[in-house]
């Protein structure tokens, strides 16, 4: 009975547990069934797909950045070029504790505080998975220091990278411009110009001056390479390569030679220079004194140096030559004079007698000249040679603002010359509805008086000088100025000239011109207020100068300009071309604080013109402003 | 002479079922040498050396009779306990968990004892118990279960503990747990899945989210799943072929010889390839069957059945984890993946399993 029982349950435990098995097997079917079905989904109906996201895993499109064309003189010389250097990369988000690890790598090779401060700076500017240079050009000893270590800094990377250099350094540093790190604001340009891809692996742009203007020419397009890379971003091999296109060479119109000449001979002054060809607008000489070496800023301006750039009173980075706008001052005086002629408001002939102020009717106010005894009898001739004030005091009260404002614009006063580079400004040259829009204001006729020499709301820009200047050189008709000469094109290495603009009527009449033209050649000869600055050239020269108020005189007060702080002191103006007869270089300078136009700017252009004209190079250089002319203006 | 040889090594072999794994295991280290980079024999080798010992340890297990493993099944139980307990109170922390005991000459993880052990000790107990199953026996068998899975939740590994739980839960399972019972733990389990989420570690929680949503964090928790599936998927019928997996060879896999091979398989030989491993598990499964439904005794049938339906687990997880239809969890795919600890516990069992079948004449007569 018990055995029969125990028989029993063993029989009916075998079958349970055959039946379970069973139950397990079909279950185990249904699984493997389950895995099949979802096999079949991924490997036979979305293969594609899948083949599809594998491809892009394991093939990357690298950009290959172009070279950069590079900036030359007119004669060739080297204004901007690149060279090859290793540096030292660190994408921060990739380094746990960044200011540890580049404490560990100054054991290793030399970190300095500068690097430092500019590494964190570009930090803040930068998201962080982005690769940022803490060393640049390194040195083979010191690659292969850091190579051997590798392995202790993780996030860093050698890199062998293109870099840009200025091997003039200061020179010419405001036309050439430079690059800098692509920032926020450069992304946005870049992205509304549909530029993105072409602009894919490129981390500098250009900023200023040529480089900014010019950076499509110089950019050259972006080639690609298609790599097949590890899990880790690493490249295994080259499956396609795109070549990249070099960005084209830029000639410009600047001869180095005569640009250093101009440079140096503003000495210690700071202030502005502009030299033009007036028979093709091609500037020669483009001086903005203090300069700044733009090969800071290649990798990222350190904030030490930005700081003493940006903080120092004497605005280095401000380009004057463009964006300077001073009261023209008495280098206006020829242009009203034309104006007169033309309204036929003054004949030649006609003369004032100068008792040495101006009165308007019923107004006590004295408009005083700048000779306290006045010049006596005066004619336009004399007005000009002499630089009368009071002549023209009267002269702009009878033209009236609109009369005068009409006429400068005809030589660019008030408006952009249509330079080549960026950040011009526009100077002013002033009108009722001006002034009725900026200041809510009617217009007094004591405005126009200032305005006949140069003062008041009357402002210009040294460009605009040297372009009015280049236009009376160039028989009255209007000059164009820019930077750019020619652009080799890199695929073909020809050279493109730039297009000469269409042929303009002059905008005065040749028998005033002349009139105009020769009391500027007798403002360089004995008697005239740039007597000095040419005696004994061998060459013509017309010229005029002037003198441009900082702060306005109280009524009555003595003018002594020893007293007056440096920085009050009047800047100095002086515009000229030569030779006379066949004008090769037209020029406006401008010296701050340096006084009156004849003894400071006038000897700077002399030195311009001995250089172009003769080819010579001053000796020994007489400290600017030094021992005061007579002639005063 | 050589056939005395042979006759001597594979008396108490079982023929179809080692013809079966070592097709499998043959298939394996070549994977193995594809998924380790294809240029170097080192794993192959490294892995072939594990199977030289995990062989051996088969072809002893598979003369121990039985009846003396049914006897060791306790003492072997009772050790492992011992020695999660000790895990629990002095193991050393690697990764983050509490898994490895010092034994001052080697260190263990004795989970991977209980793997074996708890089935054994299960089957052993139904057998001394085989005059009719009361629920009492039931219940005292889910406290000989639940213990070390407990003890192994603590560490924590949520792999290995469902993997032991499992293989208990078959033997109880097979042993002929009434379906009303059954009925009510699925229930009750259900019922505590919210208390359960509860208790996950972050990155437990973390891993089912993944699954249900990898493009989440693709580069996160999301990339193991996202990658191996695109490898798998991007295999195509025919597959890439050996050695040229983009996804495998250039690194986008990631544990590609170990918990991932399957991608790198899957993506080398395709469909047809997947086809084959599981009909090879397919044929080792079915073969284990036919032992456990042959077997003689109760220990005999349950230990079987069990060991079967864990290697089927084993396969079903990862098989499943890897095409991304079930959450990540360390688990090899069984005789394919690199590593020596898995074979060895693999082919221990297979050789507990060859033992069954060869041993169970002399007992039936």
Redesign the interface.
């Known amino acids: 009975m018990i055995v029969g029982?125990?028989l029993r349950?063993?029989d009916r435990?075998?079958t349970?547990?055959?039946s379970?098995?069973m139950l397990?097997?079909l279950l185990?079917i249904i699984?493997?069934a389950?895995?099949?079905a979802?096999?079949?989904w991924?490997?036979?109906v979305?293969?594609d797909?899948?083949?599809t996201?594998?491809?892009a895993?394991?093939i990357s499109v690298v950009p290959v950045v172009p070279n950069r064309g590079l900036i030359l003189d007119r004669n060739g010389a080297v204004l901007a070029a690149n060279y090859s250097a290793y540096t030292l990369e660190i994408t921060p988000s990739k380094v746990a504790n960044v200011d540890r690890a580049i404490d560990e790598l100054g054991t290793l090779i030399e970190v300095s505080a500068r690097d430092r401060r500019r590494f964190r700076k570009l930090q803040e500017e930068s998201k962080n998975f982005e690769s940022l240079p803490i060393r640049t050009r390194l040195t083979e000893e010191e690659v292969a220091r850091f190579a051997v270590n590798r392995f202790r800094f993780p996030g860093f990377e050698i890199k062998a990278r293109p870099f840009r250099s200025y091997p003039q350094g200061e020179v010419a540093s405001h036309a050439i411009g430079y690059i800098g790190r692509i920032n926020d604001a450069d992304v946005k340009r870049i992205e509304t110009q549909g530029l993105n891809a072409n602009y894919k692996g490129t981390d500098h742009i250009g900023k200023l001056g040529i480089e900014g203007s010019y950076e499509k020419e110089l950019h050259g397009v972006t080639g690609s390479e298609q790599v097949?890379?590890?899990?880790?971003g690493r490249a295994?091999r080259s499956l396609a390569r795109s070549e990249p296109l070099s960005g084209n060479n830029l000639v410009i119109t600047l001869d180095l030679k005569l640009q250093k000449v101009a440079e140096e001979a503003f000495q210690d002054y700071r202030g502005a220079l502009v030299a033009i060809d007036p028979r093709t607008g091609e500037i020669l000489a483009l001086v903005s004194k203090p300069g700044f070496d733009p090969n800071l800023f290649v990798d990222g301006i350190d904030p030490q140096n930005w700081d003493a750039l940006n903080n120092s009173p004497d605005k280095p980075l401000n380009n004057r030559a463009l964006r300077g706008q001073y009261p023209p001052g008495s280098t206006i005086k020829p242009f009203m004079a034309l104006a007169a002629l033309d309204l036929k408001k003054r004949s030649p002939e006609f003369s004032i007698s100068d008792p040495g102020y101006f009165t308007l009717p019923n107004v006590a106010h004295r408009y005083r000249d700048w000779k306290k005894d006045g010049h006596g009898m005066v004619n336009m001739h004399k007005s000009i040679v002499i630089s009368c004030d009071t002549y023209y005091y009267g002269l702009a009260t009878e033209l009236g603002i609109d009369a005068i404002h009409r006429h400068l614009v005809k030589f660019n006063f008030g408006s952009r010359t249509g330079v080549d580079i960026d950040g011009e400004l526009t100077g002013n040259a002033p009108s009722t509805e001006w002034k009725q829009e900026r200041f809510k204001q009617r217009w007094f006729t004591g405005d126009t008086v200032s305005v006949g020499i140069g003062q008041g709301y009357l402002l210009a820009t040294p460009l605009q000088l040297a372009v009015a200047t280049a236009t009376l050189a160039n028989d009255g008709v209007p000059v164009h100025p820019h930077l750019l000469r020619s652009v080799q094109d890199s695929r073909t290495q020809e050279m493109r000239p730039v297009e000469a603009s269409a042929l303009e009527a002059a905008v005065v009449k040749p028998e005033h011109l002349a009139l105009i033209r020769s009391a500027m050649v007798d403002v360089a000869r004995p008697g005239g207020t740039a007597a000095r600055v040419g005696a004994n050239a061998g060459y013509a020269m017309a010229a005029k100068t002037g003198t441009a108020q900082v702060i306005a005189m109280k009524q009555g007060e003595k003018y002594d300009e020893k007293r007056v702080k440096e920085a009050n002191r009047d800047h100095a103006l002086f515009i000229a071309f030569a030779p006379a007869d066949d004008p090769k270089l037209a020029m406006a300078v401008l010296v701050e604080n340096g006084g009156h136009g004849g003894s400071t700017a006038g000897p700077i252009a002399r030195e311009v013109f001995d250089y172009y004209l003769l080819g010579k190079v001053p000796a020994k250089r007489p400290k600017l402003g030094e021992d005061e002319p007579e002639e005063h203006d | 002479m050589i056939s005395r040889i042979f006759d001597f090594l594979s008396r108490r072999i079982d023929g179809p079922l080692m013809a079966a794994l070592a097709l499998t295991i043959a298939l394996g280290i070549v994977v193995v040498y594809s998924a380790s980079g294809g240029s170097s024999l080192e794993r192959a080798v490294g892995q072939g050396r594990n199977l030289a010992v995990a062989l051996l340890a088969l072809w002893i297990f598979a003369h121990i009779h039985p009846q003396l493993l049914m006897r060791l099944a306790l003492p072997v139980y009772v050790v492992g306990l011992g020695l999660l307990i000790g895990v629990a109170l002095f193991g050393e922390i690697r990764n983050g968990a509490r898994r490895w005991l010092s034994l001052g000459f080697t260190t263990v993880q004795p989970s991977e004892v209980m793997k074996i052990a708890v089935p054994l000790v299960l089957a052993w107990y139904f057998h001394r118990r085989e005059e009719g199953l009361r629920m009492r026996d039931f219940a005292l068998a889910a406290v000989l279960l639940v213990l070390p899975v407990a003890l192994i939740v603590r560490q924590p590994d949520l792999g290995t503990a469902l993997l032991v739980f499992a293989s208990g839960f078959f033997v109880i399972f097979l042993a002929g747990l009434s379906w009303r019972v059954l009925g009510a733990m699925v229930f009750a389990g259900a019922a505590s899945l919210p208390f359960l989420w509860s208790v996950l570690h972050p990155y437990q929680r973390q891993r089912i989210l993944t699954l249900l949503n990898p493009m989440e964090d693709p580069l996160g928790s999301g990339y193991h799943i996202i990658q191996s599936t695109i490898a798998i998927g991007s295999g195509g019928i025919l597959g890439k072929g050996w050695l040229n997996g983009t996804q495998a060879q250039l690194d986008f896999v990631p544990e590609r010889s170990t918990d991932f091979i399957l991608a790198v398989f899957g993506e080398e030989f395709g469909l047809v390839g997947n086809l084959l491993l599981i009909a090879l598990y397919v044929l080792i499964i079915a073969r284990g069957f036919m032992i456990a439904a042959s077997a003689s005794t109760v220990f005999s049938r349950l230990a079987a059945g069990a060991i079967t339906l864990t290697f089927f687990t084993y396969a079903f997880v990862n098989m499943g984890m890897v095409s991304g239809i079930l959450p990540v969890v360390g688990v090899p795919l069984p005789l394919i993946s690199y590593g020596g600890t898995a074979l060895l516990s693999m082919l221990v069992a297979f050789g507990i399993l060859m033992s069954i079948s060869t041993h169970k004449q002399l007992v039936s007569s």
């Open positions: 029982q125990a349950d063993r435990e075998l349970v547990f055959r379970r098995l397990a097997g185990i699984a493997f389950l895995l099949l979802r096999f079949t991924l490997q036979v979305q293969r797909y899948y083949h996201l594998a491809e895993n394991r097949e890379i590890d899990a880790g295994i």
